[in-house]
């Protein structure tokens, strides 16, 4: 009897509880439902107020209304923020609406309303005036975005905003991190968290959860890891006396030291980097003399003036193809190829055939030469520098690890130059044309003698030097400015690595110039840039005092 | 090599110059002494326009004494020494009134003997490292007090920036700046270990091992700013090169002295958003007078894409300064025009008014912009007040105790206030 009371006792509880779990149910659901409504009010009630204070803001006001905006949890604060930081939230001078404006090509301004769904627009500038940022607002911003972005799905953009947190992580960013740890299933986005939460607990925790800390950090090149490092070390006393603390400061100190071997390691790798990369520019100035000089024997002082053409073919090529800017350089190449090559055709044919044998003079023409084309470019193109855009493809950097990374740039002008290079040696090795040139090189009155025109040979050898020099040009138009000046600071250095590496080798300029480039680089923090070029300088002329003829002289009879 | 072309270059140009000598009976004189050739030719072409539009102007008004002015137009081709002959030439030959002239600070020291040695008058337009006070020269651009130092306390009050790298190209103007900065910021209790210090040859362009020095100095956890004196076009290439390494602006600012909206023009300027530049004047300061600069400019010059600048401005000021002067006195005699021009007042560009001072150095409102997209500048600071330009610094301890001030009875561009004694030795 007992049992039944007690079992049917149960089974209403049972119905009890259901019935009261549908009600509570229902009851949560109407509820959030409402809150939800009201959530929603209140945020678009939020933000067309911060909207109104907006464009009256002065900047000091600034920073507690963006703090608003990233409290307020609702797309459209997060399209404001993001408006602000690229620059482009502006307002109606009538109204007062605020705008996301992107300016189009015919510089007109397309409105997008952030707030109302009104339709987007096309306006001219003086209808619209841009909301300020500076850098501490552009800074707190991005600090607002990257605790939004932290559950983004993209894998990329979360290690992007880990990386703007673990500077300044503050409290709720690490209660979300915590939160999101155990479910990221991200390898690189799992470790970073990890040492952001390490980092915290290096400057919170106790002496155990710190040892633990350094034990997990001791491998990471994060500068954050660093610097918390230095700082523990420091708050420690100087000589502990406790078992635990002299733990906790060999750790630190073993941690540290093993960062520093790594950032070491990696300096010199970047160094190299460095070295080859300025060596791979001066390599891609020099090979067109290397031709010139080198292989036909004239001192071409307008040699810097075809890398400065070529630099200008590439304004040129950007200026009549504005859409075309990603593929900008790849039509600049061979353009300012042809360009470079045949004015170079035309000075052969012009002026220095009828000097043949008389280097004084030749360098006397050329000399004149490169005055007239800088002043023609200083009249056609104005004396200023001209504007030559980098492509999306060539900036940025390829990050390695947190110490070290590879510019864009660089990277694909080692590349590139290695190319022309050996592009260039095959040309001489295999191609028909090029054994010709080496004949004429070698022994014009033979070469002839074997029905080889040589004055012919002479234009093209001449030509395919220039030519390559403004290839060079549009390389350098991505390093440097474009201006009619361009040549004159690369003539020189030009000179230098064919000297050096042996007149009329290319193996020889090739070494010449990344080990010029590399003795610079590794000197550059010692020495400074200025006092760097200087010991390089009298170094090669010690060097040439030493071997008049270069890292690898000509030999045989030709070589003379 | 390059001083055989600029000698080249510069004899043809002067060649011609000569030939061009039709002096026209009874005009004011007034010297152009600004390189229209070689690495300065970029900025300092701008100038000789500015002037010459300035004089065209003033003719249109009558002139000034009842007489035309007529430029007399020289070219120094970035050449220092080029600079002490052509002032020479200018005074001697020409017998010029007054010249606008200079950029580089070498180029003035270059010009300057002659100048005393002939009492002539110069105007110097561009802002420069300070220590010098000549009779002869009135400085319209910034001295270190009204520049640099603005710039570091906005940087270490506003943004809180307590690691500093000084860079600069290897010349006297960011040498000098640099040592007075460097104790300025020790005076404020920046350690040693937190000031980098680095020099670059002029037109540099291999900046990736610097820049990743920066980037490593920037990387301790505190604070970093950058205050650039790197002159010229070596600019674009580095903060390109800040650019690609990803140091933008909210990590590491640049602050710089040399660049202004010229120097941006020829330049794809998203690399650059939010980097700093501090002036006493930037073209997009709203104002009437400005304004009015500004389209007389782009008439002038027939582009409408053309900007203007901060050492315009200067050129702007002391030619309206010099202009009020030789009214006021009604000759064009030097000493005399000299103790006119002390206490003339003429309307800044961007409001209020600038006033030469005793020293020969200018009252001026000191602006910090940030770079814009479009290659101009926003201000995001200015002094509350103008400020008066010291010709020898407080900090450092060789001039601390100098001032300079050409009225009776101290009529003395070394003044020392501690002795009492002028050393007469200015600059």
Redesign the interface.
Known sequence: MLRINALRMITMRLIVLRLAIVLLSVFVCTHTYAQDNTNQTDSSLALSNIAKQLPKAK?SKMPPLVKQLGAIKDPKSRLILESLLE?ELYYERSGFAIVRAQMNDDKKYVLSYLLTDAQQQTVSKSKIKKI?T???L??QI?DVLAKLDLTDPDSSVRIEALKQLI?KPNDSAIQTIKELLAEEKDEDVNHLMQVILQVQLLKTGDDQQKLAAVEILKTSLE??V???LT?QLAVLPKKPTDQQQIVLKKAITDALDTIESKRQFYGVV??IF?GL??GS?LLLAAIGLAITFGVMGVINMAHGEMIMLGAYTTYVVQLIWPHLIEYSLFIAIPLAFLVSGSVGIIIERCVIRFLKGRPLETLLAT?GIS?ILQQLV?TVFS????????PEWM???L?INP?F?L????LYIIIFSLMVFFALLTFFKKSSLGLHVRAVSQNREMARALSIKSDWVDAITFGLGSGIAGVAGVVLSQ???V?P?LG??Y??DSFLVVVFGGVGNLWGTLVAAMSLGSIN?FL??IT???LA?IIVLVGLVLFIQKRPKGLFPQKGRSAD | ??FK?LI??SSIIASSMVAQMAIAADTIKVGVLHS????M??SE?TLKDTVLMMIEEQNAKGGLLGKKLEPVVVDPASNWPLFAEKTRELLAKEKVDVIFGCWTSVSRKSALPVLEELNGLLFYPVQYEGEESSKNVFYTGAAPNQQAIPAVDYLMN??GATRWVLAGT?YVYPRTTNKILEAYLKAKGVKDEDIMI????F????W???V??IK?FG???KKTAVVSTVNG?AN??FY??L????IS??DI?VVAFSVGEEEL????TK?L??H?AAWNYFQSVESDENEEFIAAWKKYIGDDKRVTNDPMEATYIGFKMWAKAVEKVGTTDVDAVEQALIGVAVPNLTGGTAVMNANHHLSKPVLIG?I??DGQF?V?WETSDTVIGDAWSNFLPSSKNLISDWTAPVSCGNFDVKTAKCSGQNF
């Open positions: 900047l620059g300020r500076n850098n501490r552009r800074g991005r500077d500068p954050a660093k610097n918390m700082q970047e160094n460095f990369s300025l520019v000399f005055l200083r004396p200023l520098n001209r504007q030559v855009a980098a900036s940025g950097s990050q110490v990374s510019t864009y740039n660089r390093l440097t400015n201006g000046n004159q600071a003539i020189i680089k550059e923090p400074g840039s200025v070029n | 090599m390059k072309k080249v270059a229209l050739s070689g690495t030719a970029i072409t506003d943004i290897d680095n020099y670059t040859p037109g540099h362009s291999d990736q091992g610097i990743s020095d490593k990387s301790a956890g076009d674009i290439p390109k090169e650019g690609n390494q990803g602006a909210e600012p023009s020829g330049f794809d690399p958003v939010g700093l940030e814009q997209e926003e995001v």
